[in-house]
């Protein structure tokens, strides 16, 4: 048996939760769940000017919503700073770190030095060995010695082989000069203490590992696997931008998307599983691996997002979308509960085939339960003096019939037979009359379920 495999995911309360991170932490989660191990939870919550209770609060309603709950977690950052402390003091204990006392002012002096010689600016290293006296009244910065010669490989599940020579790296700041230890050498005292074994993010972290390596290997801690997974861009080849895009994923619940929807469209940006479209997240997480995951970015297509999400409405089950759609309809000022859940349970089943997110179900579900006012040209068009004359004996035929879809509809008959005429020109009066609009689903069946006192007054108030 190889390594027990532990995952995490580990955004940072500093906005959203953006559609990105759902689709790293779905990947993350598919993984653990995959191989039996467990799914970790993490705030990353030290950068404290940007991080908020709302975007706390955001990532774990979004987690929620979505139904990706971790094994353990969330753990917070902030509450672990005596563990990083001790880390620290520990390496500089064994000459593994040190004190930099270099001033704002030195490092910009520092940099504008080596752009003047077209050098990549870096740390020059000046206070690693120094054996000179600290200066009066400067707090210090605590840097990692990284190593000075070698290079640092591996193998990214995603990526290839990639490797990073150490002379690329300069020693990296640990903690800051108010003591504050910063974001590479958090994660690495976290990934090492909660024994994760495989670290699945985005590729703009790839700049970070080779530093969270070494100060792995400095600590004697296992270094975890690694998959940096591409970038998803908007449909014109731009980043997805938290600023102008919809993308934090409580946007798309507003927008009447199922969660089981949106992770199926996710999970197919960048991964695939032979011509499978459609499916559940347990079949996702059978299926998933790291090896069919893409190199290259994907491009986030919100037509396909809907059709996908249109399969899995169709699929869902018809008491938990009355549920689902209930706020909709209060959006709407219609109460939802209005009609018994049997007779809300048989419309969504009627509306759901035509309906891509809860949104457009919810405004199918309008003329149940009050008509809407058609708009002049439709009236004009479908209520004319002979078309009235027609919903007049209509009204007659099923006053006296048995209210079914069967009766409904020989009564239809009856009167199309009566007056001579093609079945459309008494079905669109009827839509337009009943439900105030021209497309409905079959009319027997719209007519049934608004109810047969519903449909005679509804037909009467449009014949004044």
């Not at 004996?393 to 409904?408: L, N, T």
């Amino acid at each position: 048996m190889g390594t027990h495999i532990r995952t995490r995911f580990a955004p940072s309360p500093t906005g959203l939760l953006h559609i990105g991170g759902v689709r790293t932490a779905l990947f993350s989660y598919a993984y653990a769940k995959r191989h039996n191990g467990q799914f970790i939870l993490r705030v990353e919550d030290t950068d404290v000017e940007r991080s908020t209770q709302a975007s706390v609060d955001a990532i774990l309603d979004g987690m929620a919503w979505l139904g990706l709950n971790a094994d353990e977690g969330p753990f917070y950052q902030m509450q672990r700073m005596d563990r990083y402390q001790r880390v620290i003091e520990d390496l500089l204990a064994r000459g593994l770190a040190y004190h930099c006392y270099c001033s704002k002012e030195e490092l910009d002096a520092m940099r504008e030095a080596q752009w003047a010689n077209n050098e990549k600016p870096r740390y020059d290293g000046r206070w690693r060995d120094s054996n000179q006296n600290p200066p009066e009244g400067v707090a210090p910065a605590i840097r990692f010695k990284n190593p000075l010669e070698g290079s640092v490989v591996w193998q990214d599940h995603v990526k290839g082989r990639i490797e990073v020579s150490n002379t690329e790296l300069d020693d990296l700041i640990i903690a800051r000069s108010d003591g504050t230890p910063t974001y590479n050498f958090c994660v690495v005292v976290d990934d090492w203490d909660m024994q994760i074994s495989h670290v699945i993010r985005g590729e703009e972290h790839i700049n970070n590992t080779p530093r969270q390596i070494n100060i792995l290997a400095a600590l004697g801690a296992p270094i975890p696997e690694y998959a940096h997974l591409p970038l998803i861009l908007r449909e014109d080849g731009q980043k997805l931008s938290k600023r102008r895009d919809a993308v934090g994923v409580m946007d798309f619940q507003k927008k009447g998307l199922l969660p089981e929807g949106l992770l199926n469209y996710l999970a197919r940006l960048g991964w695939g599983h032979g011509d499978d479209e459609i499916f559940t997240l347990e079949q996702f997480v059978n299926w998933f691996d790291l090896d069919h995951v893409s190199a290259s970015p994907a491009k986030f297509d919100l037509e396909k997002l809907n059709w996908v999400n249109h399969q899995h409405l169709k699929q869902a089950d018809s008491a938990r979308l009355c549920e689902l759609v209930a706020p909709f309809l209060e959006e709407r000022g219609l109460d939802a509960h209005a009609l018994l859940l049997e007779q809300q349970m048989a419309i969504v089943e009627l509306l759901k085939e035509r309906s891509a997110t809860l949104i457009e179900l919810a405004d199918h579900m309008h003329y149940f339960f009050k008509p809407k006012a058609p708009n002049e040209a439709i009236a004009k068009q479908h209520l004319q003096e002979d078309s009235k004359a027609r919903l007049r004996d209509f009204v007659a035929e099923i006053e006296h019939c048995d209210w079914s879809v069967a009766e409904i509809s020989r009564c239809m008959k009856e009167t199309v037979a009566k007056w001579q005429v093609k079945m459309p020109q008494l079905a669109m009066p009827l839509r337009v009359a009943v439900c105030g609009v021209v497309n409905t689903p079959s009319i027997d069946q719209v007519l049934y379920l608004v109810g047969k006192d519903a449909v005679v007054q509804r037909i009467q108030s449009a014949l004044v």
